[in-house]
């Protein structure tokens, strides 16, 4: 538990610090912002469940390209749904053709069903953006023609 409440610090520190500008100092900046994709890239390694997602989420948030091989891992290779989950929406936020499509798979593959339905509902919300369409019906019909 200290192990984890450690990581979790320092991985909201240096969010916090890579969100402040450092006056006349960007090679700063950019150091910091490297070190807390590491930090989060690292993360998702964990044994510890809840910051693992966490870490998922906030690469999705950062829409860090690094992330995409790492998220699909899990999105493909871990046996909690919840993991999946965030790994899913990750990908549907990072938003390249590559992490998209891995949502789409992901909802048409999964054995799970609740996995199934979200990645659909992720991968729905992208064609919507896509299209500039906000007819739902539409949408998932172009989903179950498999576009």
């Known amino acids: 538990m200290k192990h984890f409440t450690r990581i979790l610090a320092l991985t909201l520190l240096l969010l916090l610090l890579s969100s402040t500008t450092f006056a006349g100092d960007s090679k700063s900046e950019v150091d910091v912002k490297e070190s807390t994709i590491a930090s989060l890239l690292e993360g998702l390694t964990s044994d510890n469940m809840h910051l693992k997602s966490s870490c998922a989420y906030m690469l999705g948030e950062l829409k860090v390209t690094e992330a995409i091989i790492p998220l699909m891992r899990i999105l493909h290779n ?70």
């Not at 729905?124 to 498999?146: H, V």
């Open 78 to 147: 871990d046996i909690n749904e919840e993991l999946r989950i965030s790994a899913a929406l990750a990908l549907y936020k990072i938003g390249t053709p590559m992490s998209i499509y891995a949502v789409k798979q992901a909802g048409r593959f999964d054995e799970s069903e609740r996995v199934n339905k979200l990645a659909q509902n992720f991968y729905a919300e992208y064609l919507r953006q896509k299209l500039n369409n906000t007819d739902k019906k539409e949408t998932d019909g172009l989903i179950a023609q498999g576009k």
